[in-house]
């Protein structure tokens, strides 16, 4: 028997919403009550459970918390993502791990495909790891029905958190359905593509039927009293302000690394061979064919140049294409997991990130590898311009050009890899850099504190929250 079409969003319906959306007037619906009290129908209970649902139990109320001087400690925080979680988002896992007072749980619908071992953190999700063709259909049959949403609610009501924390701004736009019945704080981190693509592109569908008219839809939310949005950036915080998030709702929050986790190599940067190391999803905001030009140029000069580029995408082919017609030494290693990179960061003397604006207006929202490539002692060169202004010191860590600039960065590759000096400077100053500004304990610490004075009924000043940039030059 021919297998059917999954089921398309009708053109009519979709010019509704964009018609909608333009006019401001898109709203999201309740789940109905019938939907909203799914859970209790037993043979939804069962079907949930033949796809292989974390289906929770429907009685029991939850233990009531200790009084007292515990109940700071036993604060909680729930980390939400809708899909747990690509082996990209390491920063989310950290983070939700590396809180000292406050206790943290992950909770998602679903778990990727591969996805990160979340063995050291409390975490649950409602269907575990994708297995045949029937889970995926009956996964789609309860996103459908609104039971994912249903059991979203149902988790969080047992799980009592003090504060409900969303990753990615569609994300708390698609699981608005269930977070709009809750009075706690809802904080939700904007991390880069979720605030920086087009306004036009969401609201031609491109991201998917459900998230047109998304720019005014989180606009909409973030006027809500319990919802305070997190930016991992100034950049990202202003381009928040241009797509109408309001200002009093906005502050900027790094999340940092674990320092401890990139001890720089023991062989000096002057000493490893004159590798250059690209580590990102190979697509179009992360510039790669900047840096294949510039390093063809560069090449004239440095005959031993040698590229390394990390990561998986839909741009690989092209880009392998592209390397070998230009004649480099270029290896491409597919994606690696953080002990690959750090192997990797090791026997490399830069690390390069020649970041562009996007066609649909992504960009990067900082650049974390930016931050790691200098805790472990490379320094870097990068285009990208939160990471400029946030996530390095130009001139002192690593070398900053404009986008798109392929004839700068090929001479920035002349100048720095032959001088081994002017490397071992650059990387001592980027280590220093990075544990003063960029450390994870003292990021979560900050984050924190918010959570505090969200829950006590304190709340920082959106326009001084969060890390301030040093002034360029220091740290030399």
């Known amino acids: 028997m021919a297998r059917r079409a999954p089921p398309q969003v009708p053109p009519r319906l979709l010019e509704r919403r964009r018609r909608l959306a333009r006019r401001g007037r898109l709203r999201q619906l309740p789940p109905s009550p019938p939907r909203a009290a799914a859970l209790g129908d037993p043979l939804a209970r069962r079907l949930l459970a033949a796809a292989g649902a974390v289906v929770p139990a429907r009685p029991a109320a939850p233990a009531p918390r200790l009084p007292g001087a515990g109940m700071t400690a036993a604060r909680k925080v729930v980390f939400l993502r809708q899909q747990l979680l690509p082996v990209s988002e390491t920063f989310v ?39 045949g063709p029937l889970r995926a259909r009956l996964a789609r049959l309860a996103a459908r029905t609104g039971l994912d949403q249903a059991w979203l609610a149902q988790v969080l009501r047992r799980e009592r958190a003090d504060v409900l924390h969303v990753h990615f701004g569609v994300d708390l736009v698609r699981l608005w359905p269930a977070l709009r019945h809750f009075s706690c704080p809802i904080v ?44 991992v950036s100034q950049a990202i915080r202003r381009r928040a302000l241009a797509v109408g998030l309001p200002d009093a709702r906005l502050r900027v929050q790094h999340i940092g690394i674990d320092v401890r986790a990139f001890d720089p190599a023991p062989l000096p940067a002057a000493q490893r061979p004159p590798r250059v190391l690209f580590v990102g999803r190979l697509a179009e905001k992360k510039g790669l064919p900047l840096l294949l030009q510039a390093a063809a140029r560069a090449r004239q000069g440095l ?22 017609e230009l004649g480099l030494d270029c290896h491409f290693t597919g ?22 604006t996007a066609g649909n207006g992504d960009a990067e929202g900082l650049g974390m590898v930016l931050l790691e490539a200098q805790c472990a002692g490379v320094p870097v060169l990068t285009s990208a311009r939160a990471g400029i202004e946030e996530g390095m010191l130009d001139g002192v860590t690593g070398c900053a050009f404009d986008e798109g600039d392929v004839e700068r960065l090929a001479t920035l590759l002349h100048e720095l890899l032959p001088d081994g000096a002017r490397l071992d400077r650059m990387a001592a100053a980027a280590r220093r850099y990075v544990r003063e500004h960029h450390e994870l304990g003292a990021c979560c610490a900050e984050l924190e504190r918010f959570y505090d004075g969200l829950v006590d009924g304190r709340q920082a000043p959106a326009a001084t929250a969060g890390w301030v940039s040093p002034p360029r030059g220091a740290g030399s």
């Open 93 to 131: 896992r950290a983070q939700a791990g590396s809180l000292s007072r406050w206790r943290a749980s992950l909770v998602g619908l679903a778990r990727t495909t591969p996805s990160l071992d979340l063995s050291a953190v409390e975490h649950r999700s409602l269907f575990g790891a994708p297995a």
């Open 188 to 231: 939700v981190t904007l991390h880069g593509y979720d605030i920086q693509v087009d306004t036009a592109w969401w609201d031609r569908g491109t991201g998917g039927a459900d998230l047109i008219g998304y720019h005014a839809r989180l606009a909409e939310i973030a006027r809500r009293p319990n919802v305070h949005i997190v930016a």
């Open 303 to 324: 005959a031993a140049l040698q590229l390394r580029v990390v990561g998986d995408g839909e741009g690989r082919d092209r880009y392998q294409a592209l390397a070998a």
């Open 335 to 356: 994606a690696l997991d953080a002990a690959g990179v750090r192997t990797e960061l090791a026997a490399a003397r830069l690390l390069c990130l020649p970041s562009i």
